[in-house]
T-cell receptor, first 112, second 109 residues
Framework: DGGITQSPKYLFRKEGQNVTLSCEQNLNHDAMYWYRQDPGQGLRLIYY???????QKGDIAEGYSVSREKKESFPLTVTSAQKNPTAFYLCASSILGNQPQHFGDGTRLSIL | KNEVEQSPQNLTAQEGEFITINCSYSVGISALHWLQQHPGGGIVSLFMLSSGKKKHGRLIATINIQEKHSSLHITASHPRDSAVYICAVYKGGSEKLVFGKGTKLTVNP
């Protein structure tokens, strides 16, 4: 079955450490997105990509980096510059053109 | 003020009740998306609509473009419908979704 796979489900980061969250899709979607969810807030866009080797900053890109070397993969790195990284991170993908987005099951990141 | 507002924030119902969740937005949109987030965190797409009404099983979504308002209805609610329901819009000319804060629904047996 086609879908989006995020790993790991839970991740712990030490102070000053970079961590990478994985997102893989086999839906053949061109567009991929990373969102952050905090309690009591709506999802906020971190980065998005509409084509391989290209990506754009979202509303809260500071302290994060991404790459899009393959259509299927859109990993997110939470760098040590992100001072408040504890959150739930969701990856999504869609066909281009305001189509429904399909979401992964998320990664919960916590600081040790 | 948020561009997408949902009401109510929390909703508790008895099994079998008819549920309505509201979404109002203040910007021009090309489409509106209703999503369901389960307690474990995973999100499922329910509907995407730009006009009129859509129905899937016990779920019905409507949108009034002139009034900038959408509703999600659940008929004959069941405890398995307990989840957070999220409204999101594609602003006109944008490939990015803007999300409401969600409505937490609890259906008691």
């Amino acid at each position: 079955d086609g879908g989006i796979t995020q790993s790991p489900k839970y991740l712990f980061r030490k102070e000053g450490q970079n961590v990478t969250l994985s997102c893989e899709q086999n839906l053949n979607h061109d567009a991929m997105y990373w969102y952050r969810q905090d309690p009591g807030q709506g999802l906020r866009l971190i980065y998005y990509s509409q084509i391989v080797n290209d990506f754009q900053k979202g509303d809260i890109a500071e302290g994060y980096s991404v790459s899009r070397e393959k259509k299927e993969s859109f990993p997110l790195t939470v760098t040590s510059a992100q001072k408040n990284p504890t959150a739930f991170y969701l990856c999504a993908s869609s066909i281009l053109g305001n189509q429904p987005q399909h979401f992964g099951d998320g990664t919960r990141l916590s600081i040790l | 003020k948020n561009e997408v507002e949902q009401s109510p924030q929390n909703l508790t119902a008895q099994e079998g009740e008819f549920i309505t969740i509201n979404c109002s937005y203040s910007v021009g949109i090309s489409a509106l998306h209703w999503l369901q987030q389960h307690p474990g965190g995973g999100i499922v797409s329910l509907f995407m609509l730009s006009s009129g009404k859509k129905k899937h099983g016990r779920l019905i979504a409507t949108i009034n473009i002139q009034e900038k308002h959408s509703s999600l209805h659940i008929t004959a609610s069941h405890p398995r419908d307990s989840a957070v329901y999220i409204c999101a819009v594609y602003k006109g000319g944008s490939e990015k979704l803007v999300f409401g804060k969600g409505t937490k629904l609890t259906v008691n047996p």
